[in-house]
């Protein structure tokens, strides 16, 4: 039996190209003509929703690009699980301290890699962590120093307590920041923060760099 073909249906934007050209074609000059063929014919391969001037066969497909949120979720969950297991924290406190020092960070226009790197030198991520000298938490303040500091971040945090993790890390970050702007340098702000202690600018640098590898390795994997 033989194969019965169908004639190709014409494309609409195709078939509305010829019939112009149909009726101004014998009206227009050779050169006027050859062009006109031109442009209908690349009118009518384009679909319909390619903007004028796009190359012929180059399919349109935007770059792929995290939002900033998503962004910045993908580096908490990459540092939370970080500082899990090199401190030997629970994987919620260490979530806990990265959205805070996120928060903190923010506010003060502050790396949160920085706010990191100080509290792993301050207390390796302890919450609970004193020193002699009476410094409390995570970011090691002492509080009869910062008490008006303390008090003003239990606005936001619920608690006064400078062993809550919110709270110390709100309270730290804005002390940090005052010495920044105090001194107009980050390695003289880092000084006063640690009270002299020696390397102490050297091994915060150091820490910082590791967090930032984190987040950086975080946003490629992402991606």
Same mark, same amino acid.
């Given at each position: 039996?033989?194969?019965?073909?169908?004639?190709?249906?014409?494309?609409?934007?195709? $078939?509305?190209?010829?019939?112009?050209?149909?009726?101004?074609?014998?009206?227009?000059?050779?050169?006027?003509?050859?062009?006109?063929?031109?442009?209908?014919?690349?009118?009518?391969?384009?679909? @319909?929703? @390619?903007?004028?001037?796009?190359?012929?066969?180059?399919?349109?497909?935007?770059?792929?690009?995290?939002?900033?949120?998503?962004? *910045?979720?993908?580096?908490?969950g990459a540092l939370a699980r970080f500082i899990s297991a090199e401190y030997k924290t629970s994987t919620t406190l260490a979530a806990r301290i990265?959205? $805070?020092?996120? &928060?903190?960070?923010?506010?003060?226009?502050?790396?949160?890699?920085?706010?990191? $790197?100080?509290?792993?030198?301050?207390?390796?991520?302890?919450?609970? *962590?004193?020193?002699?000298?009476? *410094?409390?938490?995570?970011?090691?303040?002492?509080?009869?120093?910062?008490?008006?500091?303390?008090?003003?971040?239990?606005?936001?945090?619920?608690?006064?307590?400078?062993?809550?993790?919110?709270?110390?890390?709100?309270?730290?970050?804005?002390?940090?920041?005052?010495?920044?702007?105090?001194?107009?340098?980050?390695p003289r702000a880092l000084v006063k923060y640690s009270g002299k202690a020696y390397r102490y600018i050297e091994k915060v640098m150091r820490e910082? &760099? @590791?967090?930032?590898?984190?987040?950086?390795?975080?946003?490629?994997?992402?991606?």
């Open positions: 039996m033989t194969p019965v073909t169908t004639p190709r249906r014409r494309r609409p934007a195709l $078939a509305a190209a010829m019939a112009f050209l149909a009726l101004s074609f014998s009206a227009a000059s050779p050169g006027v003509q050859a062009q006109s063929l031109l442009q209908a014919w690349q009118n009518a391969a384009l679909p @319909a929703d @390619a903007p004028i001037g796009a190359p012929q066969g180059t399919p349109l497909q935007p770059a792929l690009q995290l939002s900033p949120q998503a962004a *910045a979720e993908a580096e908490k990265v959205n $805070a020092a996120y &928060d903190a960070a923010s506010r003060y226009s502050i790396s949160p890699s920085l706010v990191l $790197a100080i509290i792993s030198r301050e207390s390796t991520f302890n919450p609970r *962590a004193t020193s002699g000298y009476g *410094a409390q938490g995570l970011m090691q303040v002492v509080p009869r120093f910062h008490m008006d500091k303390v008090q003003e971040a239990r606005a936001v945090t619920a608690e006064a307590s400078l062993f809550h993790p919110e709270t110390n890390i709100a309270v730290g970050t804005r002390i940090l920041a005052e010495y920044m702007e105090a001194e107009s340098s980050l910082r &760099d @590791a967090f930032e590898r984190v987040r950086l390795e975080a946003d490629d994997e992402a991606v």
